[in-house]
């Protein structure tokens, strides 16, 4: 009953360095999401999955990318990183939407 | 442009005391309204969901709707230091993935 899990938990890196967030969930849930969540911003969406083999972009997608490699898993790719992504990302997935959503415990990403 | 607007504190109240927190949205066409608490350095969690116009209660939290006013609220009553967390609003879009949009939250200070 792992839930949904995402890795790594925490990650420093340089400016211009690329990485991938990941992100899996066990409960057989058709919709996946990534979130960034600045001070005072509340939670934005970045990018989603309605299910296996579709992606959209969210309210700002810019400097990412996503991959949904299958039902359970979802990536989330910053290509050349920049300090304007430093932020706290949620992966988060849901059943039907109307039961709401199952975060991730969160990568806390800091870009120096 | 969706929009999700919370009181936005920080609220203090004293332990026992009904703490009230506020939401108003800007799509009409919403139809599922979620409430989140997200202590902090964890991910958000749910709390509540409302769908109809009124009150919904579990135990010491009400969740009321008004979709005339596009307005959702959440009472805690006899808060606990315990409830002390970020309460987060979220209204589901109509699109095929559910996507929420959050408010920025509201910080709750219970004091013993």
């Known amino acids: 009953n792992a839930g949904v899990t995402q890795t790594p938990k925490f990650q420093v890196l340089k400016t211009g360095q690329s990485m991938t967030l990941q992100c899996a969930q066990d409960m057989n849930h058709n919709s996946m999401y990534w979130y960034r969540q600045d001070p005072g911003m509340g939670l934005r969406l970045i990018y989603y999955?309605?299910?296996?083999?579709?992606?959209d972009k969210g309210e700002v997608p810019n400097g990412y990318n996503v991959s949904r490699l299958n039902k359970r898993e979802f990536s989330l790719r910053l290509e050349s990183a920049a300090p304007s992504q430093t932020s706290v990302y949620f992966c988060?997935?849901?059943?039907?939407?109307?039961?709401?959503?199952?975060f991730g415990s969160g990568t806390r990403l800091t870009v120096v | 442009q969706k929009e999700v607007e919370q009181n936005s504190g920080p609220l203090s109240v004293p332990e026992g005391a009904i703490a009230s927190l506020n939401c108003t949205y800007s799509d009409r066409g919403s139809q599922s309204f979620f409430w989140y608490r997200q202590y902090s350095g964890k991910s958000p969690e749910l709390i509540m969901f409302i769908y109809s116009n009124g009150d919904k209660e579990d135990g010491r939290f009400t969740a009321q709707l008004n979709k005339a006013s596009q307005y959702v609220s959440l009472l805690i009553r006899d808060s606990q230091p315990s409830d002390s967390a970020t309460y987060l609003c979220a209204v589901e879009g109509s699109g095929s993935a559910r996507q929420l949009t959050f408010g920025s939250g509201t910080q709750l200070t219970v004091l013993p």
């Open positions: 999955s309605a299910s296996e083999g579709t992606t």
């Open positions: 988060a997935s849901s059943q039907t939407g109307r039961d709401g959503y199952t």
